[in-house]
């Protein structure tokens, strides 16, 4: 785009500069930015990056988005920059990713969830990438800023994958309204944030705000109760395909296996297999498989892709060490994620350690929702418990209740309790989940004891 072409709406200016440049790729970041790229300002809650406009510059930006505010003129004027003023940069920001979007003739998937959309979102981009060109959102920059920026990035693609997180409700209206997918994935309805909008029926709401800027088909999980509910009453109103385990769907998978390598499953006759563990990414691949369909990829390459996958970082991750497995799943955690990872350590030879962690941004669910957990471990069949912090003791006070072993039920005030009893008595085979919201800093846990 041409810096001329992005001065009609939110009364931008150009304060200096040359209006027939292009506009380069945009930066929010004074410490990464690249030469000859464009930084915009944005205004949080604790700084305005409009302020930090003379490291920008001085970093090698060449053109610059701000907020009106008070420029240094001496400092500007042997500077061979343009300075574009607009009243918020965030809208502009929106504006411009929306405007991009209209330029845009090619497919654009949008993928939320309670859980699950940053691994989703990856192997959906894997199995596109066996035929076409794919841009993802990078990490999880699934907030309205990270995927405005993401469509800004786009170059020469053929496909666009999006992630869309929310933690209020009218947050997916507005991501859904700037990317205007062609195709989205609902992969659960769970209790993430449930302590900001009150209900599990009210997040199923905020999510399927998707809808609103949806040209296309709707893929759902089945299984999960809330959508299934919902597909069952608006199956003919809606562009719906499903996806699911137990209840009959679409697309299902079998014979569902565990162990050291990964996971298998089979559909439509044919074994695929995962070096990931966990029935959520079962889930993953149905979405993966489907997506296949809807963009007729090979199958066989499909296969060879869902075989060469690796999770991300601290998700699931399995770490073989000397003479023991650690599962490294401490980026985060929820309801559905816990019930996910007990059912796959369940499925382990040796000796089961489930060293689990408080759930964050419950709000008055917190009790609840860890007392729920408690009643996973008889069932998965748990040898040693070990929990830390104040909501997780309500895990080990229900197992106890339910009638787990005392002698193999622990409860710890710090982590660095928790890694010294670990180091002392961790023994041949053990395989030991790691599991907590992001701020109970788990991983230290995990890089402490293997």
């Known amino acids: 785009m041409l810096i001329k072409d992005i001065l009609n709406f939110n009364q931008a200016q150009l304060y ?15 410490r990464t930015i690249k030469p000859g790229e464009t930084y915009i300002g944005l205004k949080g809650e604790v700084y305005d990056g409009s302020l930090f406009y003379k490291e920008a510059i001085n970093n090698g930006a060449k053109t610059l988005i701000l907020n009106n505010i008070a420029l240094d003129s ?52 894997d199995v596109l990438s066996t035929k076409y060109r794919v841009l993802k ?39 859904t309204n700037i990317a205007k997918p062609t195709v989205a994935v609902i992969t659960n309805i769970g209790t993430a944030h449930i302590g900001n909008l009150g209900s ?27 959508l299934h509910a919902w597909q069952k009453l608006n199956n003919n109103k809606y562009n719906l395909i499903t996806y699911g385990l137990d209840n009959m769907s679409d697309y ?20 695929y297999s995962m070096p990931i563990l966990g029935k959520h990414f079962i889930y993953n691949a149905l979405v993966a498989l489907a997506i296949s369909d809807l963009f ?28 023991y497995i650690v599962i490294d799943d401490s980026y985060n955690a929820s309801y559905d994620s816990v019930y996910y990872s007990l059912a796959v ?3 382990f030879h040796g000796r089961k350690i489930a060293v689990l962690g408080d759930i964050l941004e419950l709000g008055e669910y917190g009790i609840k929702i860890h007392e729920d957990i408690g009643h996973l471990i008889l069932e998965n069949k748990i040898d040693l418990l ?54 109970m800093h788990f991983l230290d846990i995990v890089n402490n004891i293997i």
């Open 296 to 323: 007729d990829l090979d199958k066989n390459l499909v296969a060879q892709k869902l075989a060469q996958i690796t999770p991300e970082p601290h998700r699931m991750e399995l770490i073989k060490c000397s003479n």
């Open 16 to 30: 200096q500069g040359n209006s027939e440049d292009y506009l380069s790729n945009l930066s929010k970041d004074t």
């Open 345 to 347: 350590l369940k499925a």
């Open 386 to 439: 070990i929990t830390i912090g104040d909501l997780a003791s309500n895990i080990n006070k229900i197992a106890l209740n339910d009638g787990f072993n005392p002698s193999n039920s622990l409860h710890f005030n710090s982590n660095e309790e928790a890694i010294n009893y670990i180091n002392n008595n961790k023994q041949k085979d053990d395989v030991i989940l790691i599991k907590a919201s992001n701020g």
């Open 200 to 226: 599990r029926e009210n997040i199923l709401q905020a999510k399927l705000e998707i809808l609103e800027g949806l040209n296309g088909p709707l893929l759902l999980n089945n299984d999960n109760d809330l």
């Open 74 to 125: 001496e400092f500007l004027q042997d500077k061979d920059v343009n300075i574009i003023i607009v009243d918020d940069t965030t809208e502009y920001l929106i504006n411009l990713a929306k405007k991009k979007r209209a330029e845009l003739n090619i497919p654009i998937i949008a993928v939320t969830g309670s859980v699950g959309k940053t691994s989703t979102k990856n192997i959906i981009s």
């Open 252 to 271: 299902m998978a079998s014979n569902l296996k565990y162990d050291g390598s990964g996971s298998r499953f089979t559909y439509q006759n044919k074994e």
């Open 137 to 175: 959102t990078s990490g999880n920059l699934n907030t309205k800023i990270g995927l405005s920026l993401t469509l800004l990035s786009s170059k020469d693609e053929e496909v666009i994958v999006l992630e869309m997180g929310m933690n209020q409700k009218g947050e997916i209206s507005v991501l």
